[in-house]
């Protein structure tokens, strides 16, 4: 039996005050990471809408988002493996803390893009950074359990959005807040309690190991936190370009397919509440408010669904990767990924479907990433860990952020002629439907990645 597998007790018992209080901030700077990034997929089409218009330019301001997740993932875990987790990562929270308010004063779609892009290039930094700070901190058989529970619970930040979106309805419908200020209220909600966790992350100190890391690093001319040294080492260079071809396969089903789950969802609803309203021709401005706050309501309700699925398929995950091997996990998450989000695509079509077939989804693709963040670490010595981890986490957000150009331009190309929304939504179900098989390219590269249960992290 190996000591994954030991009986133990609670993974956190015997860890000291110090181990318990990085474990905290770190899942807290992630947390409040993933809870900024939901605000935006959910405050994203009512903000461009006031800015422009229009909704037709929303998905580009993803792709900006996710260029600048993949540029703050690759600078900043390369600057965390150089000058230290700790205050690198600190100085991540603050980055996107700031630039998630600052996206409530937009005024035009350029600086909205470019609050986005900033805010991108912070959230990015934090996954890597967080990591590898908990595998730092956190030691021998507890460390895998540790990464499962941190990745778990962000989505609880994830499910946290949800309901501030629901709370800031309710007050539109109370005429607490007006309806334009919607997507203001939500961005500004979304940077007070990163800031806030911004200034305890101040009193975090760098882990021995890192230290020490470094110190014998420097005693041989090794360079830390260097794409050079990671890609030009035989063994970190295989296990940085596998891993990057794993990640992305979950990156791009998730962001760029499973996070566009509220257009369905959203048709589904408005078409049910013209039903219920016996709205048969253009709606009076009193039926498209409460349309508006049916389909607003039901996206938040959708995606805290989608979340919650992923809480306990991350968990399950991350049990299979330590029973069974991190490899076996990954090739039953990738498959299960796969099947979960065509599903969604071509059979999603009812109220009481959206309730078991978006968790389904959910806990399929969010599994993946318990994953990476239990095998990442484990692939890459302490002066290479922050960065390599940030290198095959991050350099799929690029490819990610063509997926709105790519889904647009698929759509576009085939909606031509068709004049109704209901002609474009099934069309955009069959492109959808057919780009989820990408998710399936993370089981190529399995073979070729070493199995790392019960094995511990290279020095």
Not at 43 to 58: F, H, N, P, Q, Y
Not at 90 to 110: D, K, P, Q, R
């Amino acid at each position: 039996m190996s000591q994954e597998n030991s009986p133990s007790g609670p993974w956190w018992r015997g860890l000291s005050r110090y181990q318990l209080f990085a474990f905290a901030i770190a899942s807290s700077a992630w947390f409040f990471d993933c809870f900024d990034q939901q605000i935006f997929n959910l405050a994203r089409e009512d903000a461009v809408k006031a800015i422009t218009g229009s909704t037709d330019l929303a998905p580009y301001t993803m792709s900006a988002f996710l260029v600048g997740w993949g540029i703050g993932g690759m600078y900043f875990g390369a600057l965390g493996d150089r000058l230290g987790r700790a205050k690198i990562l600190t100085l991540c929270i603050f980055l996107y803390a700031a630039f998630t308010g600052l996206s409530a004063f937009s005024v035009s779609i350029w600086d909205f893009c470019l609050y986005r892009l900033l805010t991108g290039i912070g959230v990015g930094g934090v996954f890597g950074l967080a990591v590898a700070l908990v595998s730092d901190v956190v030691e021998g058989d507890k460390r895998p359990k540790a990464l499962g529970t941190f990745q778990a619970l962000s989505t609880i930040g994830n499910i946290s959005a949800g309901a501030v979106a629901l709370g800031v309805a309710a007050l539109i419908t109370a005429g607490v807040i007006a309806p334009a200020l919607n997507w203001k209220v939500l961005f500004l909600v979304g940077a007070i309690p990163a800031l806030i966790t911004g200034f305890i992350a101040l009193k975090l100190r760098e882990p021995q190991k890192w230290i020490d890391a470094r110190a014998a690093g420097k005693a041989k001319g090794e360079k830390a936190g260097s794409y050079t040294e990671l890609l030009g080492n035989k063994q970190t260079r295989k296990n940085a370009l596998l891993g990057l071809v794993l990640c992305s396969a979950g990156i791009i089903g998730l962001w760029g397919l499973g996070n566009f789950q509220p257009k369905i969802v959203g048709a589904i609803i408005s078409e049910q509440q013209k039903l219920l309203l016996g709205i048969n021709g253009a709606p009076s401005d009193e039926q498209k408010k409460a349309l508006s706050a049916a389909v607003a309501n039901a996206k938040a309700w959708a995606l805290m669904a989608q979340n919650l699925g992923g809480f306990f398929g991350m968990l399950l995950l991350a049990k299979m990767a330590q029973v069974w091997g991190r490899r076996p996990a990954f090739a039953v998450g990738f498959v299960a990924a796969t099947a979960a989000t065509m599903l969604v695509f071509k059979c999603l079509d009812t109220y009481q479907e959206i309730w078991w077939m978006i968790p389904l989804m959910g806990a399929t693709q969010l599994s993946l990433f318990a994953g990476f963040a239990i095998y990442l670490p484990e692939l890459f010595p302490s002066s290479q860990r922050a960065t390599g981890v940030s290198f095959c986490y991050n350099i799929g957000r690029f490819v990610a952020a063509t997926a709105p150009f790519t889904l647009a331009a698929w759509t576009t190309k085939m909606t031509s002629g068709l004049s109704t929304e209901a002609e474009k939504l099934v069309v955009f179900r069959d492109a959808g439907f057919w780009m989820s098989l990408v998710l399936l390219t993370g089981l190529l590269v399995l073979p070729f990645l070493p199995e790392t249960k019960g094995k511990p992290l290279p020095e």
